[in-house]
């Protein structure tokens, strides 16, 4: 099986269409995406929040449109989100795929819902999924731990590290007897590998509850995004870990199960890269 892998659309539909037709001519078997797929940058909604706060932040920006503009927010990664289906529907290989720390309930529930309605997609939130004609357990997780370099919760998708530890452990019971080979698919990355390096702040930025259950259940494969600067791969055990970099900046993965190879993937960009560009400015250091 050949799966191409993905992370951190963030509502780049001309990148994510340049991976997609790639995947196409490599003819791939299934694409993974490992959250933050809707649109998060909406270049109204930043002057609204300049407006609004009195000032340009990132931050500022995040505190609007989660809350005093959450409607308005909401109908925009709908927006956005309709528009990746409908793409990623057309495909010829099924797409299996979580959420991130950014979309808001709405756009979560959208995308459960939405994907219900089609034989391509799957949206696996904290449940296991086997195809058919498939010999691999698909297990996902969406979400996030509170960042530690800005304010907790400014994120809908962001969760307590107890909650995830119960939700995973529940994750874990499932799937004890599954003898398959099990690919893990989350947003965060496991805590303590060379993949969860905030390299601005020179601190180990991932998830312990989610490198307790690599450990404990012992995938074939963890495959994560979140933190787009960290690209590459690392091991926890016996467990590949891959981030295949964010398409946002162009970046993918093509694995291929039954060679046990892996591609990374770079250069997937087209027009103006204002959206790249923003992604990148941002500083961990001085996040407020």
Known sequence: ????????????????????????????????????????VNYKLIVKSVIFSKKLSRSNYATYVYSPALELFDKFQVKSLRKILKRLNTCSFPSILISGNSETDNARLFLKEETKKSSNLFFIDNELLQLPNSKITFIGYSGTLP????????????????????????????????????????????????????????????????????????????????????????????????????????????????????????????GIKLLSFIYKIRTRRNFK
Do not use: C
Not at 12 to 35: C, H, P, R, T, W
Not at 196 to 219: H, L, M, T, Y
């Open 147 to 270: 960042a530690s370099y800005r304010r907790a919760f400014a994120s809908p998708g962001e969760k307590p590290l107890v909650q995830m530890r119960e939700e995973l452990e529940e994750l874990a019971m499932k799937v004890k007897d599954t003898t398959d080979p099990v690919i893990f698919l989350t947003h965060d990355a496991p805590y303590g590998t060379k993949l969860d390096i905030i390299k601005e702040r020179q601190e180990q930025g991932g998830n312990k509850a989610i490198s307790e259950f690599i450990e404990r259940v012992k995938p074939l494969i963890n495959i994560h995004g979140h933190i787009h600067e960290n690209s590459g791969t690392d091991r926890i055990g016996k467990t590949l870990l891959i981030n295949p970099g964010a398409v946002v900046d162009g970046r993918g993965a093509i694995y291929d199960h039954s060679k046990t190879t892996l591609r990374m993937l770079k250069g997937f960009s087209k």
């Open 1 to 40: 099986m050949k799966i191409g892998v993905l992370a951190d659309i963030h509502g780049s539909e001309k990148n994510l269409n340049l991976l997609l037709n790639y995947f196409e001519q490599e003819k791939v078997d299934l694409v993974l995406i490992a959250g933050d797929i809707a649109a998060t």
